[in-house]
């Protein structure tokens, strides 16, 4: 809002990167191929390839940023109203090229697409992909031993504890259900992007996200001042992109 707030002749898009960022971004182009729109699904999990530990997740982006998604409530529309609901809750299964992921509902991916399509979609929601089990072993820390309230004690403990990794994937998961020309149908949109040696995936998927609006904005692709909002941005003019091609 203090953003938004700011008369200044330059541009001023906050949120880019993968999720919020690109997510938002091809979420958006999606829905523009639909007359009317019933379900948006954003889903991304920056996952380490291999894991050996009880909760299957290792470290691989701001342990901070990963701790504030777990425990702030999340945006989303149901039935065509914003609301908000509660982080490590609206658990699903997911089955994505034959491999079981879990999904449920974080913080901050929806940024201001739940402002943007009120009243015009029925139902849209984000939510971050780990493997199956995670989320009740989160659910035990921060809801049982209420470490929700003493983030500072978890982040010292997944840093001290929590191995690292580059080998890393991420897994970028939308679907939009709706109507065209009156016959319901079912889009998707998948892509895994992987880490290696030189740049883990969450960096490359997160540079992108930022680099490529930027080149955008120089080349002519995006409004020269004011307020920006990701979902205001053209997927194709995206993916077209130099650096955007990472999502293709």
């Not at 019933?38 to 999990?45: A, F, H």
């Not at 201001?112 to 029925?122: A, F, I, L, P, R």
């Not at 998707?188 to 883990?200: C, V």
Request: hydrophobic residues 35%; negative net charge.
């Amino acid at each position: 809002e203090f953003i938004r707030s700011i008369d200044s002749n330059s541009v001023m898009m906050p949120q880019c990167g993968l999720a919020p960022g690109a997510i938002n971004i091809c979420a958006a182009g999606m829905i523009n191929q639909f007359d009317k729109v019933k379900e948006v699904m954003m889903r991304v999990g920056a996952l380490p390839r291999f894991t050996n530990n009880e909760m299957s997740y290792y470290l691989s982006w701001s342990t901070n940023g990963l701790i504030n998604e777990y425990c702030n409530e999340a945006n989303a529309i149901y039935e065509g109203k914003s609301i908000k609901v509660m982080p490590l809750e609206g658990a699903e299964k997911l089955t994505i090229e034959g491999e079981s992921y879990e999904a449920f509902n974080t913080s901050g991916g929806c940024a201001t697409m739940c402002e943007t399509y009120e009243n015009k979609v029925e139902n849209l929601s984000y939510k971050t992909i780990r493997y199956p089990g995670h989320l009740n072993h989160m659910k035990f820390l921060f809801n049982d031993l209420h470490l929700k309230k003493n983030k500072d004690v978890l982040e010292k403990l997944f840093d001290k504890e929590v191995p690292r990794t580059t080998n890393d994937v991420i897994v970028f998961y939308v679907k939009v259900i709706g109507e065209i020309e009156g016959i319901l149908q079912e889009k998707t949109y998948l892509k895994k992007i992987y880490g290696d040696e030189t740049f883990s995936a969450i960096q490359r998927t997160t540079a992108s996200g930022v680099c490529s609006v930027l080149d955008m904005y120089l080349n002519g692709k995006i409004k020269s001042k004011g307020f920006v909002k990701q979902e205001s941005v053209s997927w194709e003019d995206f993916i077209d992109n130099p650096f955007g091609k990472v999502y293709t």
